[in-house]
C-alpha cells in the first residue's frame, strides 16, 4: 500500500512538472522517449535475429551430423554384406570340395 502510495505522488508530481515545462522541453523529452523507443526495438530486433541465426545453425548442425551418421551407417551395413558374402563364398567352397 505504501508502494502504491509513493507511487501515486510520484506520478502525480511527474505531471505536475510536465504542467510546468515549457514547449521546447516537451518537444525534447518527447524526442528522448521516441529516440529510447527506437533504441529498444533496434535491440529487439538484433536479439531476434542472432537468436533465428543461432537455430538455424543449430539445425544445420544436426543435419550435418544426421547425414554424417547415415553414411557412416551405410558403410557398415556394405561392410557387414561383404563380410557375409565372402564367409558364405568360404563355407560353400570348403563344402564343394567333397
Known amino acids: 500500500m505504501r508502494i502504491t502510495r509513493t507511487l501515486a505522488v ?43 541465426i543461432q537455430a538455424n545453425a543449430s539445425n544445420e548442425a544436426a543435419a550435418v551430423k544426421n547425414e554424417a551418421q547415415n553414411k557412416a551407417e551405410a558403410v557398415k551395413s556394405a561392410a557387414s554384406n561383404k563380410a557375409a558374402a565372402v564367409k558364405g563364398t568360404t563355407n560353400n567352397t570348403s563344402t564343394n570340395k567333397y
Not at 505531471?15 to 518537444?27: D, F, G, R, S, V
Open 10 to 52: 510520484a506520478v502525480g508530481l511527474a505531471a505536475l512538472a510536465a504542467c510546468k515545462q515549457t514547449p521546447q522541453q516537451n518537444e525534447a523529452a518527447n524526442i528522448q522517449a521516441n529516440a529510447e523507443n527506437v533504441a529498444e526495438n533496434i535491440t529487439a530486433n538484433a536479439e531476434n535475429v542472432a537468436e533465428n
